[in-house]
């Protein structure tokens, strides 16, 4: 007898067998018990879940002799037919090759002969998606009002593409596609019962490159099987299939999280000489930084399929990072791929990007930087942070102890400036008056009085009081005084005066130089103007 290629031996023979999609299998089952099975059904979803599969059971399933409660035996000419696809009454069609409207009026034609033998006469029609409008147009009446003894079955990948007229006559059953957990427990029961040795590393690299799909895994371990001598490590996976080896890419996270600038270039030096292919790389490491950050959500079970121990690992580097440093990280590898993808020479870009990543700032939560401040720092200070920090970008650290002054509120116009420039520009010229019982008086000198309208209003005032009670932890009521002659020193006043009084100092510094003083005296000269060389 001639080799039967893994993927179909271990075809599942029954819905006991099926991997992954229990919630079809109960329906059908529970539809055949109650004999409520509707005519017509539409199996979608991904590539490799199932769906001729379970279209096959369920003809056995219905025209076994020998069946019990459903379940096929097996074992007699009929299920064995089905299994082959050679049974006069189970009626295979493909759609991709049959897709013309020739191929469904000769099914219309031959819909109406009884079975040759038991009660049912199943029509199976793969990639029904690819059918003509014309040939879906011919099979509506069908469809619609069958013979008694006939049940459709149709299974596509593409169900966008089913017209709806089809889609309102038949019961939809949506396949998941299958996680990485059910596929590589059912890929290690096949390597122990076909005597082939896998190492773990190996069989969950299998895994994720069938992406969920049970047909693709099993046809890789059939392939890489025979190309190891049935004795799969991980080095065999990665040379047949080209892949990027697991330890590059944790090596990768290791470097970028400790941001060693002397480990990342160790291991550009190993992505040239194995030979990795760039884009390959830098999407597996995107993929695995994703993971870093659901392990630090501690959404494991919800959203990620991986080996305990690499999640066990993840869970070590993660406590090295804040989330918005990984967000930082994903983001700087998400627009590498995409630079990748337009690039004439991939392996430089990810050189590049590799550099890049190590490079970056570390970035605080706003928790820490709360943490870290025992009070406010002056107005010049606080600004420079808020510039260099990307979380302060967005936010400003809220005002520690101490009363509030005028030194605290043009620290806050500070803040504003630096995240809303126009905003806080309005604020720039307003000095502190006094804060009595949680009422924030502030003054406008007479000559900015055409600011007024604008500072009073009541939406401005408003979004004030918010960026207030952030900064200081408290909700205060503004009060706007226009003053004759100002009372205090606003932002903007004490930033000229700063200017004034540094230009005055280096002016006098320049005077009292010796060497100046002996060229005034000596070509009776003066100084005109002093400037600063940058």
Request: aromatic share 6%; charged share 25%.
């Amino acid at each position: 007898m001639s080799y039967q290629v893994i993927a179909r031996k271990w075809r599942p023979k029954n819905f006991s067998s099926l991997i992954g999609q229990d919630h079809i299998s109960t329906i059908l089952l529970n539809a055949m018990k109650s004999d409520r099975l509707a005519h017509a059904l539409l199996f979608t979803g991904p590539r490799g879940t199932g769906k001729t599969s379970t279209a096959r059971i369920l003809a056995k399933s219905l025209r076994c002799p020998n069946v019990k409660d459903f379940v096929p035996c097996d074992k007699c000419s009929t299920c064995e037919e089905i299994s082959v696809g050679s049974s006069i009454d189970v009626i295979e069609i493909d759609g991709a090759s049959n897709n013309g409207v020739d191929a469904i009026r000769e099914l219309r034609d031959t819909v109406h002969f009884l079975p040759t033998s038991g009660k049912w006469k199943v029509y199976i029609i793969d990639e029904v998606h690819m059918l003509t409008t014309s040939a879906f147009n011919a099979l509506l009446k069908t469809l619609e009002e069958p013979p008694p003894h006939v049940i459709f079955v149709m299974a596509t990948t593409e169900v966008q593409k089913i017209p709806t007229t089809i889609l309102s006559r038949c019961q939809r059953f949506d396949f998941r596609r299958i996680s990485l957990k059910q596929v590589a427990d059912h890929l290690q029961k096949i390597a122990d019962a076909e005597g082939i040795k896998i190492d773990p590393p190996a069989l969950w690299m299998i895994v994720r490159h069938s992406e969920g799909a049970m047909r693709d895994s099993q046809s890789l371990l059939d392939q890489i099987a025979n190309y190891s001598s049935r004795d799969i490590t991980l080095e065999k996976v990665v040379e047949v299939l080209g892949l990027t080896e697991r330890t590059l890419l944790n090596d990768a996270l290791r470097g970028l999280v400790s941001r060693d600038r002397g480990a990342i270039l160790k291991l550009v030096e190993k992505i040239i000489q194995s030979g990795a292919d760039a884009k390959v790389f830098a999407q597996d490491l995107l993929e695995q930084i994703r993971n870093l950050l659901v392990v630090k959500m501690e959404a494991v079970s919800a959203l990620m399929d991986l080996p305990e121990n690499e999640v066990e690992e993840l869970k070590e580097l993660g406590k090295n990072l804040s989330s918005e440093d990984i967000h930082l990280l994903f983001d700087m590898a998400f627009k590498g791929v995409n630079d990748l993808i337009r690039a004439q020479d991939p392996r430089l870009v990810l050189e590049m990007l590799l550099f890049r990543m190590c490079e970056a700032p570390t970035v605080q939560s706003l928790k820490e930087i709360l943490a870290n401040r025992g009070s406010a720092p002056a107005a010049s200070t606080q600004r420079t942070d808020i510039m260099s920090s990307p979380v302060a970008r967005t936010t400003h650290a809220r005002s520690g102890g101490g009363a509030f002054d005028s030194g605290k509120w043009n620290t806050f116009v500070g803040n504003l400036q630096s995240l809303n420039a126009l905003f806080g520009a309005k604020l720039a010229n307003t000095h502190f008056i006094s804060l009595k019982d949680d009422k924030l008086t502030i003054g406008l000198p007479k000559q900015h009085e055409f600011l007024l309208g604008q500072i009073t209003d009541a939406d401005f005032l408003k979004k004030v009081g918010n960026y207030l009670n952030t900064f200081m932890g408290k909700v205060f009521k503004i009060e706007v005084v226009l003053e004759e002659n100002a009372s205090g020193m606003s932002l903007k006043a004490t930033e000229e005066k700063t200017k004034n009084d540094e230009q005055k100092a280096t002016e006098e510094m320049v005077e009292n130089n010796p060497l100046i003083q002996s060229v005034k005296k000596h070509l009776n000269a003066k100084v005109q103007s002093i400037k600063e060389k940058r």
